[in-house]
């Protein structure tokens, strides 16, 4: 079935960047440059579900399958593109297939022969784990490289995977029979680089002599009882977490004052230190700091909240907010706010 224009316009669009790359949905523009590229032995022989010789009608079907794998969210295909000359070029593929109700997901790449050996597979992958981690549910991505592929293990392992185990696939160019490969995963923790810290002095240095990271955060609650909450961006350390409003401390800041500006600053209102009432507080210790957080409850405030820092935000009932994926040190609060409320 060919596919039409008209039909990937309709599919949510993903568009990424590197520095040498962009990454799009794939098109029926994409097609017979995909044919081209792929209809390789040297690639397909490293690729579970593409057969050799790769027909043009398969091409086809893939970007048709694409779209609507897309619209409902069950996968992701990026081409991987570039430019020569002044016009664009296809290098390659990335996809993204989500595993149902598993807050997990499975990568896979492939680049064609002729720009092997310039780092594309490397750029263009870690670009699609970083995006999806910060952006969709998920908790670990997944990826199975046959064992006689080096250079895709090389590139897994430079992007943050970990090496979890053996088996055996099914890789159909290759003919009957199961052949070795090595599995990876990698999740938030293993992509995202500790926060730009300024160690504190040594007497705020706890027992275990990690810095200690003092900030203050809020729970804005509206007239229905339900709390804002916000996921963090792409970027940031933990991207794609669920965390309250608030931030670190600046030199001479009260928890207060440190509040009615980072509220001012996330989400462009404004809030009276008199409006801030004292609930609890967190203390966790991360790999590389040890947070110390008091969290505040407001109900009142100026102005509509708005994402003004690149972050989503959204209000939520008590009882949904046990189901978003929050920072390790908000979680145990939250028990103690449905009670409350």
């Known amino acids: 079935m060919a596919v039409t224009e008209a039909d990937t316009s309709a599919a949510p669009d993903v568009r990424l960047s590197t520095e040498r790359l962009t990454l799009r949905a794939v098109t029926p523009d994409d097609a017979e440059q995909l044919h081209r590229l792929l209809n390789d032995w040297e690639v397909c022989r490293m690729l579970q579900a593409v057969p050799f010789p790769y027909p043009r009608l398969i091409a086809d079907q893939f970007i048709a399958d694409s779209v609507s794998q897309r619209l409902d969210g069950r996968a992701y295909h990026f ?12 290098v390659g593929a990335v996809g993204l297939k989500l595993l149902r109700g598993q807050r997990r997901a499975t990568i896979g790449y492939w680049v064609g022969r002729k720009f092997w050996g310039h780092g594309v597979a490397r750029e263009a992958t870690g670009r699609v784990l970083r995006w999806a981690l910060a952006n969709l549910d998920l908790d670990v991505v997944e990826a199975t490289v046959a064992i006689d592929n080096t250079a895709s293990t090389a590139v897994l392992r430079a992007i943050g995977f970990r090496e979890i185990g053996r ?27 500790a926060p730009n810290l300024t160690t504190p002095a040594a007497a705020a240095l706890p027992t275990h002599g990690v810095p200690l990271l003092l900030v203050a955060a809020c729970v ?5 009882g ?37 509220l001012r600053e996330e989400l462009g209102v404004d809030v009276a230190r008199s409006c801030l009432a004292p609930f ?62």
Not at 79 to 90: F, I, K, P, S
Not at 220 to 224: C, R
Not at 298 to 323: A, H, N, Y
Not at 328 to 340: E, G, K, S, V, Y
């Open 226 to 262: 339900r709390v804002l909450i916000a996921r963090r961006p792409e970027g940031r350390a933990m991207a794609g977490l669920w965390e309250f409003p608030g931030g670190k401390l600046e030199p001479g800041e009260s928890p207060e004052e440190a509040l009615v500006r980072e």
């Open 167 to 193: 088996g055996e696939e099914v890789f159909l160019s290759r003919g009957s029979g199961s052949h070795a490969v090595l599995r990876f995963e990698a999740a938030r923790g293993d992509l995202s680089p």
């Open 79 to 90: 081409a991987v593109t570039g430019q020569e000359d002044g016009r664009e070029v296809l």
């Open 280 to 341: 609890v507080f967190a203390s966790h210790t991360y790999e590389k700091f040890h947070l110390l957080m008091p969290l505040f409850l407001c109900r009142r405030w100026q102005g509509q909240p708005f994402p003004k820092e690149g972050q989503l935000i959204r209000w939520v009932s008590t009882d949904e907010l046990m189901d978003y994926q929050m920072l390790p040190a908000d979680r145990p609060l939250l028990p103690l706010l449905r009670d409350l409320l």
């Open 220 to 224: 804005l609650i509206d007239a229905q």
